[in-house]
């Protein structure tokens, strides 16, 4: 399967700016693969540990007042 990547900008705080600089050149890595490696730890553990929850109605409930 032929996967197709698409642009996003991300307007982020100066401060998060500089504690990515910091990972970023402790890790030897670059910001754009930083990011997208976040990106996906992200969503791995909503998948796995958040959208659950919204299977339970009380809490589908509460999130919805």
């Given at each position: 399967?032929?996967?197709?990547?698409?642009?996003?900008?991300?307007?982020?705080?100066?401060?998060?700016?500089?504690?990515?600089?910091?990972?970023?050149?402790?890790?030897?890595?670059?910001?754009?693969?930083?990011?997208?490696?976040?990106?996906?730890?992200?969503l791995e553990h909503t998948e796995?540990?958040?959208?659950?929850?919204?299977?339970?109605?009380?809490?589908?409930?509460?999130?919805?007042?």
């Open positions: 399967m032929n996967q197709q990547n698409r642009a996003i900008i991300l307007r982020l705080p100066e401060s998060v700016i500089d504690r990515l600089d910091n990972a970023v050149h402790s890790l030897n890595m670059t910001r754009s693969a930083y990011i997208r490696r976040c990106v996906v730890r992200g796995a540990h958040e959208l659950p929850l919204l299977e339970h109605r009380a809490i589908r409930q509460a999130l919805a007042r």
